[in-house]
């Protein structure tokens, strides 16, 4: 989960979010939604659906706590793909807030086996 955290704001200029990718944050688990492709106006941003292939690193658990102790689960290495149409969305804090949107360098995806 190597990237940088750009805080949602009010948006001056909202070519700067050209290339940057939306991911959605619950709780410990982190899923991607998609590449900002273009901007309309002040608010307005087109969406590239990104989606996540299967996780390439072999898992190592150990028995422990509720069922087993996953060691080694910062170790999830995936593949992202561009999947579907894109999609227009209004930009604002309140929307990024309620559904848990945050705009990063990279696409994330990670499971918390610990959960």
Excluded: H
């Excluded at 941003?45 to 509720?66: L, R, Y």
């Excluded at 999609?87 to 959960?115: A, G, T, V």
């Amino acid at each position: 989960m190597n990237s940088t955290f750009i805080t949602p704001r009010d948006y001056t200029d909202n070519s700067e979010l050209l290339g940057l990718y939306v991911n959605r944050r619950l709780f410990s688990d982190v899923d991607p939604v998609g590449k900002i492709i273009a901007t309309r106006g002040r608010n307005f941003v087109t969406i590239q659906p990104i989606s996540a292939g299967e996780n390439k690193a072999k898992m190592n658990f150990e028995i422990g706590g509720f069922s087993a102790i996953c060691t080694n689960q910062y170790s999830q290495n995936y593949d992202f793909f561009e999947d579907g149409e894109p999609f227009e969305i209004r930009l604002s804090k309140s929307m990024m807030k309620n559904k848990f949107w945050y705009i990063q360098d990279n696409p994330c995806k990670f499971y918390d086996y610990n959960f």
